[in-house]
């Protein structure tokens, strides 16, 4: 089993940057892709960024097109996402995922591994 486990959330204003980790542990050597998603009260949970293990290849949703930046550090098996110019509707748990399978990484179906989240809240 992999295990994932993200950090850095916090409390923030509007314009401020953040940046979560997440470190995964266990089977990761035939990991595809992995991705972060996101999950605000009362709302489905969706996806926001995605990256290939090995290519690099990374997908974003677009409202965060611009503003965030995923990345991954193969050594240390952390998949980063860093969030700049932070809007209260980016308040959400956040939640990193990995899949092993060569799919299509903008749904929650495609991930086989998560996270327990970590909470990131903007205010205004």
């Known amino acids: 089993q992999v295990q994932l486990v993200e950090s850095g959330g916090g409390v923030m204003q509007a314009g401020d940057s953040l940046r979560l980790s997440c470190a995964a542990s266990g089977p990761t050597f035939n990991t595809y892709a992995m991705g972060w998603f996101r999950q605000a009260p009362g709302k489905e949970r969706e996806f926001v960024a995605a990256i290939t293990w090995r290519g690099g290849r990374t997908y974003y949703t677009d409202s965060v097109k611009g503003r965030f930046t995923i990345s991954r550090d193969n050594a240390k098996n952390t998949v980063a996402l860093q969030m700049n110019s932070l809007k209260p509707e980016d308040t959400a748990a956040y939640y990193c995922?990995?899949?092993?399978?060569?799919?299509?990484?903008?749904?929650?179906?495609?991930?086989?591994?998560w996270g327990q989240g970590t909470q990131v809240t903007v205010s205004s």
């Open positions: 995922a990995s899949t092993s399978r060569f799919v299509v990484l903008t749904t929650t179906d495609a991930y086989d591994y």
